[in-house]
């Protein structure tokens, strides 16, 4: 059929103000054209989830750049934390003595402890013992920290040194410890012979020298390592960030026609073994405390929040899942307070016990996660754990889940970021959390809150 050209303009002007005349609320558009029963609806539930105090054992993976040296009285809960520490030494590859040492003088041999921070009091008094281990490290091992070091070494002979210390050297002026430059740290002297044997090995078999490997299979003095041992004291505990073996001798500069002194430093490194020993006390009140749970670090106890599957509704989608954990105000009032971790990990129990940190793996957000604490409401917050509850309820419904399926821990831990963007961070690195941290959290008998939001088609 020809229309004329009149006859299409009309038409077209028709469907035009049929058009505009149309209500310009869009809110139904698209409900309108499905039937009544498809419409989507979202539903709020609230589940009770219980949680208990869980004990570390002492035992988590040592896997940390820090090392850690005291004894410390919680005022808070009375609860005490004993630290000391083995550490090996890098030898960087290739090393050299400067050839124009003086008569080959070794001026002193040391080691050096280097305080970044400190709990407690720094005028506390502590004396260690410091021994040589006996027996190479695996390199390749995990060491926990539990760790036994009288296995690398023989402490029931005389130790090689001895040192008592306060964290605030008082023999330093208050001048010098204000200075920009100043460190603090703990010396402690060697028996100097050690390092003229190593300068002398160094002229006889430089191979000794080459790397790390081979320093630690050499057979000098020190070579395998040491063990701190702490002997004595309470009140403080050190976080040490830079263990060195120092040899100090004098040498000539002979573009400068003049002699100096100089030092050349086996430091303890990533690439080699540092392991800290720690041993917690009184810890048992806190696990048996029913009306809260407890999250104190480091490998003391963690938190465990048992979901409760079975209830949660599974024929409706999962939208989000929210978990919220509410930290007491501490209610001692002490100027020795500890902080607050900073950062916590909900991972299945399951999978911590299959090795997590072990097998270095990270926070996912599918079935384990992170969250800061946030000091304003006093809460830690996991906003969406729904994908780890859609796997749960897949595991039931399976048969697959084991005994623990529902049981997720909440860690302390020390993330490492990576920056992508200016506005974006990468988790890269998750270790346990070596701080002395303490918090007491709404828990045990008063259930925690899981708000989990579906969404359904209407009936």
């Not at 038409?11 to 409900?31: E, K, P, Q, R, Y």
């Not at 821990?409 to 020390?414: C, D, F, K, S, Y």
């Amino acid at each position: 059929m020809n229309l004329k050209p009149y006859y299409i303009l009309a038409l077209l002007l028709t469907t035009f103000f049929a058009i505009i005349s149309c209500d310009d609320n869009t809110d139904t558009l698209g409900s309108d054209m499905m039937p009544s029963t498809d419409i989507v609806v979202k539903e709020s539930r609230t589940y009770d989830v219980f949680t208990q105090s869980y004990s570390a054992g002492d035992s988590v993976l040592a896997r940390s750049s820090k090392s850690y040296l005291g004894q410390f009285t919680d005022p808070e809960t009375g609860t005490i934390i004993k630290s000391d520490f083995i550490a090996q030494f890098h030898c960087i590859d290739d090393f050299a003595f400067p050839d124009s040492i003086i008569d080959d003088s070794i001026l002193s041999t040391d080691l050096r402890l280097f305080v970044t921070k400190y709990v407690g009091d720094s005028l506390a008094t502590f004396k260690i013992s410091v021994y040589p281990l006996t027996k190479i490290m695996n390199p390749d091992a995990d060491y926990y920290t539990n760790i036994d070091p009288t296995q690398y070494c023989d402490t029931s002979e005389k130790p090689i040194a001895e040192k008592w210390f306060t964290l605030s050297d008082r023999t330093i002026s208050d001048s010098e410890r204000s200075s920009s430059s100043y460190k603090n740290k703990i010396i402690i002297p060697l028996p100097n012979t050690i390092g003229k044997q190593i300068r002398a090995a160094w002229d006889s078999n430089p191979e000794y020298f080459k790397d790390s490997e081979a320093w630690i299979n050499s057979g000098l003095p020190g070579c395998k390592g040491f063990y701190f041992k702490l002997e004595s004291g309470d009140g403080a505990l050190a976080y040490i960030n830079i263990v060195q073996f120092n040899i100090n001798y004098r040498y000539h500069l002979p573009d400068e026609k003049k002699d100096t002194t100089g030092t050349s430093q086996f430091a303890a490194t990533e690439e080699v073994i540092q392991a800290t020993h720690f041993a917690n006390y009184n810890l048992e009140k806190l696990l048996e405390d029913t009306s809260s749970t407890y999250l104190k670090s480091p490998a003391g106890i963690f938190t465990m929040a048992t979901l409760p599957i079975d209830q949660i509704l599974s024929t409706d989608t999962i939208n989000q899942a929210k978990l919220v954990l509410t930290r007491y105000n501490d209610i001692v009032n002490s100027g020795f307070r500890l902080d607050i971790p900073k950062y916590l990990l909900l991972v299945r129990l399951d999978d911590y016990n299959k090795g997590f940190f072990e097998n270095y793996h990270l926070a996912d957000a599918n079935t384990s996660y992170l969250s800061m604490f946030n000091s304003t409401n006093n809460t830690y917050t996991f906003n969406n754990i729904a994908h780890l509850i859609s796997t749960m309820q897949k595991e039931l419904r399976d048969g697959s889940a084991t005994a623990n399926y529902n049981k997720v821990l909440l860690i302390p831990v020390e993330p490492t970021f990576e920056s992508s963007t200016v506005s974006t961070k990468n988790l890269v690195k998750l270790c346990h959390d070596f701080s002395m941290t303490s918090a007491r959290l709404v828990g045990g008998n008063t259930p925690v809150k899981l708000e989990i939001i579906y969404s359904k088609f209407a009936q």
